[in-house]
């Protein structure tokens, strides 16, 4: 099976830097798009960026300027760098990688369990 675990979250003042990470492990073949969602309290999960196998990026308009994603495919790990953060960035943050265990060229979604990122005013 495949597992996603991050890390890297915590509390951090408003205009501080977090990096979240998140490596995936298990019967990995290939890996095509990595991306970071997020959930506040009372609000939909909602995607912060994504980044394909051949690196190319996409970020939600709140996020741009200010967030970073980048992957190491020899790692099997994505990365969200985070700067300039302000208190609505606040939220339990999510890994999501679409992996194939095979050569079939399936791939099935999966999640990482989520890390918690707290920005104070």
């Known amino acids: 099976q495949v597992q996603l675990v991050e890390s890297g979250g915590g509390l951090v003042q408003a205009g501080g830097s977090l990096r979240l990470s998140c490596a995936a492990s298990?019967?990995?073949?290939?890996?095509?798009?990595m991306g970071w969602y997020r959930q506040a309290p009372g609000k939909q999960r909602e995607l912060v960026a994504h980044i394909t196998s051949g690196r190319s990026t996409n970020y939600a308009d709140s996020v741009k300027g200010r967030f970073t994603i980048s992957r190491d495919n020899a790692k099997n790990t994505v990365y969200l760098q985070m700067n300039k953060l302000k208190p609505e960035d606040t939220a339990v943050y999510y890994c999501?990688?679409?992996?194939?265990?095979?050569?079939?060229?399936?791939?099935?979604?999966?999640w990482g369990q989520g890390t918690q990122v707290t920005v104070s005013s």
């Open positions: 999501n990688a679409y992996i194939s265990s095979g050569g079939s060229g399936y791939y099935t979604g999966y």
């Open positions: 298990g019967v990995i073949f290939s890996i095509n798009t």
